[in-house]
């Protein structure tokens, strides 16, 4: 078994009894256009090849920086948005998930006409981009999302009663006075009661608006719930009453949540499973203890070190130099390598580093006449000045730069204006099993591949 | 309040009373704030949204829209200080390294009145002084950054003219001297160039050439002061952006920028307004990083308001904690986060998610904050809190002391006088 099958195998949150998730490289590409045509330039590539399962009844953390695709993820996971290449396969037991592991990890054009077919059958009753009619509408039954902004995501024209209500007006499942029941008997399990049917949003809090949020997710009693930031926007005291809420009815109702924040103590009291994203792509997943006890990734670590603990002494936290690179075109080799604090001479240097640098020496970058990449790692960089040209070839063999990158380069050659850059080729860093249940794509520690 | 350091006082908050008119009533959202800043220290307000912790800090450079606010009672005193004569603010033993002395009263220079309290030391309640002293003092002896700095920087001008603005206002002589023309001989005409006073006709004139080559030369010193104050936040390559303009800027280099316009006069106070809930948890720490370097270096007393209790323990040498718009708890933060005394301190501190919380378990104050619209005349977190006697609902507990520098405004630790109240409930509560 090659590639998907042993991630599957040692994924950290795959069980073999199936799960209500399995998300298998799933690629989420917004086009840029440019020119008068609309012709697209390029793709900002949000979520880029991500996979995890989510068994029933537990909670996934999904945490990173903003930019980094959580969000996007979310929206195609809950069918806002349809991917641009994988799935995510919606309720497979686990024999289904076996098999399509197992023929996800032939390359396509390797397979046979019986994993051709089986894989077909899978996606047409799981992978949600493909489902039709009744099992369509069976699948927005089940999963629902909660969104960070209660203020946007509740119409101000509508009475709780009919908010809360409209879900099961829909789907056909109560109307008048059986209706009004129904949302009573929700409103009650979020904490709130008769007396708020007949009132609009703006007459509530923060936290009353996420309630009403959850009640209206609940409606249809759904397996799965998309909790996108859900408590940002809230003070402590009130996000510890929606934690301890949305704990209770997943007691309650055996519910799968998909938890997605930025708040690294939020997800370590919530979750069983954290992935952790960056620039689109898992940087490192895991159990929750070992995420926050044993971090193997470097942003994991610069993520837990950056984030103030109450039980910590005052101890210095440290941030990240730089800022998260362009996910349009992302960085090569490993996309956390333009601010890792441990990086190596084979992260994945590229031309673009050394244009980044530029930027920083002052007067060089206006010098530069044009860029000619015959690769990311081999480029002719064209100056209007000798003297600019000589300054860039020291500026790369000098001290300010790290000296990962000097050891990564393979040849630095002037010729009058022109400087040449090549750097050793890199492939992309792959997920590598570092326990049970662990995996973390970084170069260091690396054990086998997977 | 209990002070123990021998650092003086640079503003004292007393009594202060900040109310609002609104369609439902007149909302008192700061009623009663009693705290004092000593120099160089960092004071921590926290609270959550709406307790009034935002409108006591935009009191100190009276940034309250008045109306609809409404100023009933209380002062801010504060004590501006001056560059040290002896060191000329290059940092010596007289002036403890600060580069800043306090400055004398002008009533009496130094010798003590009554304006001055006997103290001779200068002493403005930034409530009442004018409103041309308070523009000296804003930005120059007392400097903010604010929450959003996409929102607070202006979109249209480029960081070269905002920062540069800053000397522009504040430091005339600073920028004519450094232009090499004498500030007592410059013409009023560059001299109103210099302090950003030109009239359109004026910026005409001075672009042609008697007066072009003098502008030059007062630009470029600005220019160097602007750069130098980029520098100074560790923005890398200042000279390309102080061209930009803020949309062009990420939201750390942002922040970054607001922190070199607010440092750039070396103020006394430095108001921090939630300066990194906007940004992510990487970028929060660099910029806490740089505020504390930079606070190490000029020694600047910080006001830190945030709602994020773990930041402010980090960051903080003292806390206050604001409950609907009075101060519930202040003392030194260690001993505030290892031993809170007031219930809401304690159910906060409680309710922030941890390691070893068992989940579903967290300890959530149950109801909300109350209204402020004619709040009820005992204790604001009476109905909320686990220990409420009857007391509480009739008579608000004052801030006194408990230890030396921790004081607390509840009646666990203060029972209240026998007559007032029924004592017999609060013997059964600290049991």
Not at chain 2, 101 to 106: I, S
């Amino acid at each position: 078994m090659t590639s998907t099958g042993a991630l599957a195998e040692e994924m950290p949150v795959t069980s073999r009894d199936g799960s209500m998730l399995a998300v298998r490289g799933l690629e989420r590409y917004f086009p840029i256009r440019d020119g008068a045509l609309q012709r697209v330039a390029g793709h900002v590539k949000a979520v880029d090849g991500v996979s995890f399962d989510l068994p029933r009844g537990e909670t996934l953390g999904l945490v990173g920086e903003s930019g980094c695709g959580k969000t996007t993820l979310g929206r195609v996971v809950s069918g806002l948005s349809e991917p641009t290449g994988g799935g995510v396969f919606f309720d497979v037991d686990g024999p289904t998930q076996s098999t399509l592991d197992d023929v996800l990890a032939v390359p396509i054009e390797d397979r046979s006409e019986k994993q051709r077919s089986d894989l077909e059958t899978i996606e047409r009753s799981h992978r949600i981009d493909r489902l039709e009619g009744a099992a369509w509408k069976q699948f927005r039954r089940n999963c629902q999302v909660v969104f960070q902004d209660s203020f946007a995501s509740l119409n101000p024209r509508h009475l709780v009663r009919d908010i809360v209500g409209r879900p099961l007006k829909v789907q056909g499942e109560a109307s008048g006075g059986d209706l009004t029941e129904k949302v009573v008997e929700l409103l009650e399990q979020v904490g709130m009661g008769r007396q708020h049917l007949y009132r609009y949003p703006h007459q509530f809090s923060g936290g009353q608006r996420q309630r009403i949020s959850i009640a209206r997710a609940l409606a249809l009693d759904p397996e799965l719930l998309i909790l996108d930031e859900p408590t940002s926007a809230l003070d402590v005291s009130v996000q510890a009453q929606i934690l301890n809420l949305l704990h209770g009815l997943q007691e309650q109702r055996n519910l799968t949540y998909l938890f997605i924040t930025h708040d690294l103590s939020v997800v370590r009291h919530m979750a069983d499973q954290i992935v952790v994203m960056y620039v689109g792509k898992v940087a490192e997943a895991g159990p929750t203890n070992v995420i926050f006890d044993a971090p193997t990734h470097p942003y994991t670590r610069a993520l837990l070190g950056a984030s103030p603990d109450l039980e910590d002494d005052r101890s210095q936290f440290h941030g990240l130099e730089g800022s998260v690179p362009d996910p349009a075109r992302p960085p090569e080799g490993c996309r956390f390598h333009t601010r890792c604090p441990v990086v190596t001479p084979v992260c994945g240097w590229e031309v673009d580093d050394v244009v980044l640098r530029l930027q920083d020496e002052p007067g060089l970058f206006d010098q530069v006449d044009g860029v000619e990449h015959r690769s990311p790692f081999d480029a002719d960089l064209r100056f209007s000045d000798p003297e600019a040209a000589r300054r860039l070839s020291g500026l790369i063999e000098s001290q300010r730069v790290p000296a990962a990158m000097r050891e990564a380069i393979e040849e630095v050659t002037v010729d009058d204006r022109t400087v040449t850059v090549r750097f050793q080729p890199v492939d992309e860093v792959a997920l590598t099993v570092r326990g049970p249940g662990h995996v973390a794509a970084c170069v260091h520690g690396q054990s086998r591949p997977i | 309040m209990p002070i123990s350091d021998t650092a003086p006082t640079i503003a004292e908050v007393r009594n202060l009373k900040v109310y609002f008119n609104t369609k439902a009533g007149i909302v008192q959202a700061v009623d009663g704030v009693d705290f004092s800043i000593k120099d160089g220290e960092t004071l921590g307000l926290v609270g959550e949204t709406g307790c009034g912790k935002s409108v006591t800090a935009r009191s100190f450079l009276r940034l309250v829209p008045m109306p609809p606010g409404i100023q009933v009672d209380g002062s801010i005193l504060f004590h501006p200080r001056r560059i040290c004569d002896s060191c000329a603010g290059a940092g010596c033993a007289i002036c403890d390294q600060t580069g800043r002395v306090a400055a004398k009263c002008p009533a009496c220079s130094g010798t003590g009145c009554i304006t001055c309290s006997n103290s001779g030391i200068e002493q403005v309640d930034l409530l009442t002084v004018p409103e041309k002293r308070l523009r000296q003092i804003r930005g120059d002896r007392i400097a903010m950054i604010f929450q959003d700095p996409g929102k607070a920087l202006n979109p249209s001008l480029s960081i070269r003219q905002q920062v540069g603005e800053v000397f522009l206002q504040h430091r005339t002589t600073e920028v004519l001297v450094r232009a090499g023309l004498d500030p007592d001989e410059a013409s009023s005409l560059l001299e109103r160039r210099a302090s950003l006073q030109s009239r359109s006709v004026e910026k005409v004139l001075l672009s042609i050439p008697p007066f072009r080559s003098n502008r030059n030369r007062i630009d470029k010193a600005v220019d160097q002061m602007t750069l130098a104050a980029l520098a100074e936040t560790q923005i890398p390559n200042p000279l390309k952006v102080m061209d930009r303009y803020p949309h062009e800027l990420s939201g750390g280099m942002k922040q970054r920028v607001m922190i070199a316009q607010a440092l750039a006069c070396n103020p006394d106070l430095l108001i921090a307004d939630e300066p990194t809930t906007a940004l992510d948890v990487t970028v929060q720490a660099r910029i806490i990083e740089l505020i504390r370097e930079l606070q190490e270096r000029t020694k600047t007393a910080v006001l830190y308001i945030s709602h994020d209790l773990s930041l402010v323990k980090r960051v903080c040498d003292r806390v206050a904690v604001m409950y609907a718009g009075r101060i519930a708890e202040v003392g030194s933060s260690d001993e505030l986060f290892s031993d809170p005394q007031h219930p809401y301190t304690r159910g906060l501190l409680a309710a922030i998610p941890s390691a070893s919380h068992e989940r579903g378990r967290l300890v959530a104050i149950e109801g909300t904050v109350p209204e402020l619209v004619d709040p009820d005349p005992g204790c604001r977190f009476a109905g909320r809190c686990p220990h409420e006697a009857d007391v509480c609902s009739t008579i608000d507990p004052d801030l006194k002391p408990t230890e030396e520098d921790h004081a607390v405004a509840c009646f666990i630790h203060h029972p209240p006088d026998a007559a007032a109240a029924s004592l017999p409930s609060f013997e059964r509560v600290i049991r």
